[in-house]
């Protein structure tokens, strides 16, 4: 991934790197975002899905999906190593979304939560294409997204965010349909806690 990527849409960086140090990051996730993994619990709980590939999987939370039938992979070295530490039994590479090395059909679920605003459009559609390829059943992706009633506030956290290109889901869907060639089977939303997020959760097939 080159600089000028990272510099303009994955801003790893910013507050001195604040954002990369575990403990930091995931209290202040809590602080502003918290109750994630119960909202996507709500779609992916129903799937009893054996194996899983989760793109961009930062700490490691999403490993209870399925922790033996896991495998995590993000472009960020200091996040895998918590997530190795932290979740034994589940299985961390360091690799970028763009290149991981999997076969056709790897994996029941192939998820990518709360990473597609790291991306630009190029990169999304390119990342959901290797998702295709390597999911035998489900695709799951989802974001924190704009919306119609969002107020300032929360525009304004989003702002400070890492990743730089948050999307409606309207336009995810179009991604979806249009430049992926992927179904959409379910749509979910929900905010997280102290109501500054608002996440869409889509279950997506081939």
Known sequence: MDEQYVDQVDRKGRFGGILENPYAALVIRDMLDFGRWQGLSKTIGPL?????????????????????????????????????????????????????????????LVMLIDTSHHLTEAQFVEVLHRMKMCSRRW???????????????????????????????????????????LAV??????????GLYRHVVFLLRK
């Open 48 to 108: 009893h899905v054996e194996s899983v590939l989760d793109i961009g999987c930062g700490w490691g939370e999403n490993s209870r999906v399925n922790s033996q039938g896991y495998v995590g992979i993000d472009n960020s070295a200091s996040r895998i190593r918590f997530a190795t530490r932290r979740y034994t039994k589940s299985r961390f590479i360091h690799a970028d979304a763009l290149e991981f090395p999997f076969e056709a059909e790897s994996f029941d």
């Open 139 to 181: 695709i799951m992706v989802s974001d924190p997204v704009l919306y119609q009633q969002q107020n300032g506030l929360s525009r304004f956290f989003y702002g400070l965010d890492r990743g730089a290109v948050f999307r409606t889901a309207t336009d995810m869907e179009a991604i979806f349909r249009e430049k992926a060639g």
């Open 185 to 194: 089977e379910k749509v979910d939303f929900f905010t997280t806690i102290p």
